[in-house]
């Protein structure tokens, strides 16, 4: 998401996320409840929207120190910056991509290219070829 963010804040590109859980944060939405950053929450997010408050923590193992955010903080705060900053720009589209949609294909643009093997045999040939032949063989 920070890279979205970096492209709308300084070029005019259009970026589509694609995230197959419920809302932003990937795989960290499901894979990840107990967490917590273990430094200050000001050193993580992105460039347009701060992470936290900058409050000094009074009380418990962090006291004295800046706060650091909860996994259910970092997920709040990553749909503030989709919904309040990356949408309203108009140049990023978010789609949620279902368990049900998971065996749908992706636009062709956006399908990844792969090769057969009988591809990379049929061409393996001509790829030996050009290697320079090892010095003791000279």
Same mark, same amino acid.
């Given at each position: 998401?920070?890279?979205?963010?970096?492209?709308?804040?300084?070029?005019?590109?259009?970026?589509?996320?694609?995230?197959? +859980?419920?809302?932003? $944060?990937?795989?960290?939405?499901?894979?990840?409840?107990?967490? =917590?950053?273990?430094?200050?929450?000001?050193? +993580? /997010?992105?460039?347009?929207?701060?992470? /936290?408050? $900058?409050?000094?923590?009074?009380? /418990?193992?962090?006291?004295?120190? @800046?706060?650091?955010?909860?996994?259910?903080?970092? !997920?709040?705060?990553?749909?503030?910056?989709? =919904?309040?900053?990356? !949408?309203?720009? $108009? =140049?990023?589209?978010?789609?949620?991509?279902?368990?049900?949609?998971?065996?749908?294909? !992706?636009?062709?643009?956006?399908?990844?290219? @792969?090769?057969?093997?009988?591809? @990379?045999?049929?061409?393996?040939?001509?790829?030996?070829?050009?290697?320079?032949?090892? !010095?003791?063989?000279?």
């Amino acid at each position: 998401m920070a890279f979205a963010d970096t492209l709308v804040a300084e070029t005019d590109a259009t970026v589509a996320t694609v995230d197959r +859980y419920d809302q932003p $944060g990937g795989h960290g939405t499901v894979a990840y409840p107990f967490v =917590r950053l273990h430094q200050p929450s000001a050193f +993580y /997010g992105v460039n347009s929207r701060e992470l /936290g408050s $900058g409050t000094v923590d009074q009380d /418990g193992w962090n006291a004295g120190l @800046h706060e650091l955010a909860s996994g259910s903080e970092i !997920l709040a705060y990553l749909d503030q910056v989709m =919904r309040k900053t990356l !949408l309203p720009t $108009g =140049r990023v589209s978010y789609r949620r991509r279902g368990r049900k949609d998971r065996h749908r294909r !992706l636009p062709l643009a956006a399908q990844p290219r @792969h090769r057969s093997v009988r591809h @990379h045999l049929d061409h393996a040939p001509r790829l030996l070829a050009a290697r320079p032949r090892p !010095l003791a063989a000279r």
